[in-house]
């Protein structure tokens, strides 16, 4: 069992940066979980931004044009997603997630964060 809360959300002007971040708690530390940022842009169904495994292994959506990097810091048990040369079609609200099984943006993700908006403008 596992709480996520995001948190680092905001609006950014095109071209800028913005780094997000989800504190996990709970019985079970981060480290035993598959990680994932999701997002849900305006009009658009959620989709899978970046994974990453127990091992720290990360995966990426490839639409993302290499411009996002997913971490996390086991110690603190918080993920981070460092997003660069944002565009405004990245405007959305962004969720962490956390999953077992094999890790990929495909992977059981059960425990979900309530979000953090970001605006690109």
């Known amino acids: 069992h596992v709480q996520l809360v995001e948190s680092g959300g905001g609006s950014v002007q095109a071209g800028g940066s913005l780094r997000i971040s989800c504190v996990a708690s709970?019985?079970?530390?981060?480290?035993?979980?598959?990680m994932a940022w999701f997002r849900q842009t305006p009009g658009n169904e959620r989709e899978g931004v970046a994974s990453?495994?127990?091992?720290?292994?990360?995966t990426y959506a490839d639409s993302l044009e290499g411009r996002f990097t997913i971490s996390k810091d086991n110690a603190k048990d918080t993920l981070y997603l460092q997003m660069r040369s944002l565009k405004p079609e990245d405007t959305g609200v962004y969720s962490c997630?956390?999953?077992?099984?094999?890790?990929?943006?495909?992977?059981?993700?059960?425990?979900w964060g309530q979000g953090t908006q970001v605006t690109v403008s």
């Open positions: 997630a956390a999953g077992w099984g094999h890790c990929d943006l495909q992977a059981d993700f059960r425990a």
């Open positions: 709970g019985a079970t530390h981060m480290s035993s979980f598959c």
């Open positions: 990453i495994a127990q091992d720290g292994r990360a």
